[in-house]
């Protein structure tokens, strides 16, 4: 009952920046938790930051200090700043939502989007 719309992947260079965003709507109204999941090919789909309904955030140890995670609750997005971006990043990005942000990990999020590329040479 949550749609979610990722946007803003595309090609980059190593050392770039990419800024996705994730446009949402079907809320209820009631306390949600948002995140950024990755996943490229080959690998399973791993959790890159999750953001809760009071702003409390948590980071993946492996984007920790180059990409921040961030939501405007006027507009019901959510963003994902990405910085100093390698080539280890290269994947397919997710948002995705569940009611409480008490694990990152991708199989207890229900709602997800289409996904956006983010390609790193």
């Known amino acids: 009952h949550v749609q979610l719309v990722e946007s803003g992947g595309g090609p980059v260079q190593a050392g770039g920046s990419l800024r996705l965003s994730c446009a949402a709507s079907g809320y209820t109204g009631r306390p949600v938790c948002m995140g950024w999941f990755r996943q490229a090919p080959g690998k399973e789909r791993e959790g890159v930051a999750i953001i809760d309904s009071d702003g409390n955030t948590v980071y993946a140890d492996s984007v920790k200090d180059r990409f921040t995670i961030s939501k405007d609750n006027a507009k019901n997005a959510l963003y994902l700043q990405t910085n100093s971006l390698k080539a280890e990043d290269t994947a397919m990005y997710y948002c995705?939502?569940?009611?409480?942000?008490?694990?990152?990990?991708?199989?207890?999020?229900?709602?997800w989007g289409q996904g956006t590329q983010v390609t790193v040479s």
């Open positions: 995705a939502t569940r009611r409480y942000c008490t694990t990152m990990a991708p199989d207890a999020f229900g709602n």
